[in-house]
């Protein structure tokens, strides 16, 4: 703005205006997190303990898993975008990395763990139409 | 956390004041052994979590998802300028 030219009072306005929103969305933010910020802490620390003792098997373990799921991972993206026969073949022949993993001594309960703890629920069964 | 949850319902003038309070805080963890370079992921990762659960509930509050999440992001680079990487 020109040095001399008034603008009426619109910028401070306007500056309150956005102060007010900015003002409104804290104050949101606030009602959102203060109930659930214990959880979150406890959530981020729970991670962390996990990532960083690999559920207790150690770092060594850790690398052996990696080298391990680093194979599988192609096979697991083509059945990824595979049809529903196409990936259930894939998904059986990608069975032998999980052979691997047991060799090596890990136990069922840490596959589940860090694969995902949430199944889909349709598998085997005709996609629902999107949209 | 009292003093940070403060600190992001404050206008920015108190919100630079209550964050270089809590840094305090982050004394007492490099005190106790903490090294920096194991903060930041920390402090990521529970900034993730707290992005999940405000763009969750962002329009029971009223508001746009991403328009809190705009809010908590200029928080969160508030927080890593004054407490992650001054202190």
């Not at chain 1, 690398?63 to 391990?68: H, N, V």
């Not at chain 2, 630079?16 to 490099?30: F, K, N, P, S, T």
Request: charged share 30%; proline share 4%.
């Amino acid at each position: 703005m020109c040095a001399g030219v008034s603008d009426r009072g619109q910028l401070g306005e306007a500056r309150e205006l956005a102060h007010d929103a900015a003002h409104a969305r804290r104050e949101a933010l606030g009602r959102i997190l203060r109930p659930r910020a214990d959880t979150i802490q406890d959530n981020t620390l729970g991670h962390a303990y996990r990532a960083t003792n690999f559920l207790g098997l150690g770092a060594l373990a850790a690398k052996r898993w990696a080298a391990i799921s680093s194979r599988a991972m192609p096979a697991c993206l083509d059945a990824l975008e595979a049809d529903d026969a196409q990936r259930i073949g894939l998904l059986d022949q990608a069975g032998v990395y999980i052979h691997e993993l047991r060799a090596a001594g890990f136990q069922r309960f840490a596959g589940e763990a860090l694969g995902g703890d949430q199944q889909p629920r349709h598998a085997g069964l005709p996609r629902r139409p999107r949209g | 956390m009292p003093a940070c949850l403060d600190a992001l319902e404050a206008d920015d003038a108190q919100r630079i004041g209550l964050l270089d309070q809590a840094g305090v805080y982050i004394h007492e963890l490099r005190a106790a052994g903490f090294q920096r370079f194991a903060m930041k992921p920390l402090t990521s990762l529970g900034f993730r979590l707290a992005l999940r659960e405000v763009k969750a509930h962002a329009r029971a509050e009223g508001f746009d998802p991403e328009e809190l999440e705009d809010e908590l992001r200029v928080f969160q680079r508030a927080f890593e300028a004054r407490i992650i990487y001054r202190t």
